[in-house]
């Protein structure tokens, strides 16, 4: 069965960094998109970055300049860089892959920026 799991969240505290992965298993069809996304306490799910198959970027204005989104097509993976962390950025983090006809969630993982 495909599917996405994260992995690399974790307790930071302030100006530190995080590097999460997300890696597909299984028969995953061909996406177009591939993105992270985070949810916080009390918040709605944002979009925080994302790629396209011709390797564009996107980013929220909330992370642009702290956070970098990569993939390794080889290993199946996509990653989140997250330096200088902030509170705000408390969430539990979801990556998801967007194809033609397919739309992957992973789990998530937890990231917990505090001193």
């Known amino acids: 069965q495909e599917q996405l799991k994260e992995s690399g969240g974790g307790l930071v505290q302030p100006g530190g960094s995080l590097r999460l992965s997300c890696t597909a298993s299984g028969s995953i069809s061909r996406v177009n998109i591939q993105a992270w996304y985070r949810q916080g306490p009390g918040k709605q799910r944002e979009l925080v970055a994302s790629?396209?198959?011709?390797?564009?970027?996107n980013y929220a204005d909330s992370v642009l300049g702290r956070f970098t989104i990569s993939r390794d097509s080889d290993k199946n993976t996509v990653y989140l860089q997250m330096t200088d962390l902030k509170p705000a950025d408390t969430a539990v983090y979801y990556c998801r892959w967007v194809g033609k006809a397919v739309d992957y969630w992973g789990l998530g993982t937890q990231v917990t920026v505090s001193s």
């Open positions: 790629i396209y198959d011709g390797g564009t970027t």
